[in-house]
């Protein structure tokens, strides 16, 4: 069940990641930063922090076996 929606959900970013539309020539266009990139970003600083610590908390468990 969690591989079907995970799926689902990596098929819909892959199918908005193709829907942009070609800025053409103008090197002046800036891309907006929204807060659901934001969002994204600060989510995965937080997962990666949390992956760390437990990481960390099984090699000290570990060495005081």
Known sequence: ???????AMLLGICTLSFAQ???GD???IEVPL????????AAGAV????KLRNSKELKQNESNL
């Open 1 to 7: 069940m969690k591989k079907s929606i995970l799926l």
């Open 21 to 23: 539309v070609d800025p």
């Open 26 to 28: 103008n090197p002046d």
């Open 34 to 41: 929204d807060g659901g990139v934001l969002v994204m970003a």
């Open 47 to 50: 997962y990666a922090v949390k």
